[in-house]
């Protein structure tokens, strides 16, 4: 009996001794990884009718996290990339990055955006317009300012690009005609 | 035989009518003397005699020159000494006519370095100023002209970058100057002349980027730049900072019109005047037969105003319509015609400007042209449905434009020779296009395009562009757009501001505006619709497109409808 108690002690003196060496493993709460924030957004895509093109919303849903601007644009260029007709946007543009400072959203691109461009003036109208009507529904942003690959973008070969561009500005309406 | 007799006589009948209404000009008849497009005060008018002009001595005070009146004794004819300002004196005889010491300005003026041109039908005499040395030493350029007179430097990004000074002298012509450069070995001068042949624009090709100003009055016959060299440029692009946010617009209510007026600024400007009860957010178009039509919303006119009879050489009539709530106030032009319309809060009025647009006046054989064929070389421009790329439509057309320009005497340039780019970096291919047009001193600057949509086949049809407000430009691009799709028969989709698609518009028409050239971009048709591909590589649809684009010229330039 008296053997049987000192084990014990002996027991809970080593418990003890364990419980101040080592901290308890505390397992976290499982917070769930954030489950991605879905968000309605508008993107322009060119709509043709009577000798007339226009771009026009369609509604889409992109991740509200981390860029959503960006994300705008990305989901622009898939959407558009995967028709065949009506693209504006230069085939395999992808958005390398977009960063908002005072209300000018500088908008990186990959080369693709400049050296896949083939088109008139109405097309660089049309796919300057699709991203500025595009960016113009987060009231954040002001201006754009394009680059390709870091470097500013100056022109498409019509269109003067050399300057911030207002997002406000409406007068994107090609066509017409008497 | 007796027809060919017949004929010899009326000529000589024609001839000798002709001399005699040369040799007998009415007796003493008054004339104006204009210098910088303002008529020249005098204590008492000029006056034509025999063939020459006569002015009062006071004459060469207002332009600058000294003199003194020699004595003499009595019954002795008066001598005038007078001395030009970069020539040794010389003497004159006065002339005593209705009381008054003249001078004979015709005469006289060669001994000036003046050049002058009469017109007969306004009894005008114009003078103008002559270049007669231009001198750079490496730190400074010197102009100096016969005549005090005003200058600009045209201060543009791209002439800076390309190292070139560019200054434009008023009132004068190149006359020979000499050209001495010192202390420089890579430093050029080049001149030409500007507007109509009342600018002469001096080129100065310096060796490095550098910074320069004018430090000589603002009224001179000795021009004097400063060129001080600057450190190589950064080659880093700076972000330019926010534009200021635009104020926010004001509403506007009803309003009545109250009176109708006008005032002729001179033969080459007028002002019309609507006066109002209030300002009006007016929209405005011009027609085809060049008729600009200001819509006034929300306006009442009087019941018995029509409109009123203007005298002006730009103005064929005015008139007023109501139309429901609306306003119509319409300016029938006689020729493409530069406009403006403002509201003069002060006086409560519209104020409509109408002018004599930028390069107009004289012949077009008299004009150099730039003719600018789109993209070139790896920039292919738009690919048609056929596959072949626009840049080759845009030199076909040019070509045949260079031609028919060429053979109405015109002075034509292109901005290219060949299917080549002119840099690797589009965005100064595009620059040294128009550059090109600022150092030949062209008038016009025309680029000729074929556009491309999004949609294939979604649009056919013409569309020619200017920029923003530029109101020569404008001028120009509806004269050339309206004859050519008169002659093309193509959809017309209209003359637009380049701002209407793009937020600062179109880099060539941008950059031309900014030197003060009026220029235009015409869109021919889109190469992805078929029927318009069809037309635009059809060698005589392509030189009915030139035809066009020469009539509009032709009208700018000329007056009328061609």
Redesign the interface.
Known sequence: MKKLLTILIFALGIAIVIHFIHKPVVTPPTTPTPTTHRQAVKIYTVVAKANKEELKPIQVYVDSGKNIYANALSRLFEEVNSKDAANPIPRGTKVLGLELKDGLASVNLSKEFRDNFQGGSDAEAMTIGALLKTLAQFPKIKHVRLLVDGKPLETLGHLDLSEPLDVKWTGQENGGGN | MRCVIRLTTIFFLLLSATLLGVAAPSPNRGVVILFGGKQIRLPSPARLIDGNVYAPIEFLKTLGIKYSLGKTSEGEDKQLTISPLHEKAFKSAVSSIENRDMICVTEIAPKLGLATSWNEGSSTLTIHAEVEKIRFDGAELHVYTSLPTTAQILSTDWAKKANKLILDVANAQPGNPRIIVENSTSAAINTGTQGNGEIVRIVLDLPASAEYKLTSPPKSAEIVVAVTKLPPPHTE?P??A??P?APPTPTFGPISITSLDYKNENSHHTQIYIYASGPAKYTTSVSPNMELIIDIPQATLPGSMLGMGIKHSLVREFRVEQSDGLAKAIVHFTRPTAYNIKWDEESSRFVIDLDLPKGAGGLLSQKTIVIDPG?GGT?????GLSGKF?KDYNFQIATQLKELLESAGANVFMTRRGDESLDPD??ID?EKRVHLAIEKSADFFISI????????G????T?T?YHDKDINSQALARSVHSHVVKLTGL????VRPD?????????VL?NSATAGLPAM?I?VG??NCKTDEACIGNPDFQKRVAEGIVHGLKSYVEGGDK
């Not at chain 2, 395009?449 to 294939?456: F, L, R, T």
């Open positions: 692009h972000i330019a926010n534009p946010v993209h920039y292919t421009g738009a690919t626009e589009v965005k595009l395009h074929c556009n491309s949509c999004p949609v294939p979604a649009r056919s049809g569309e562009y959809p017309d989709c209209n701002v209407s698609i793009s937020p600062i518009g179109l880099s941008r971009l869109e889109f190469i």
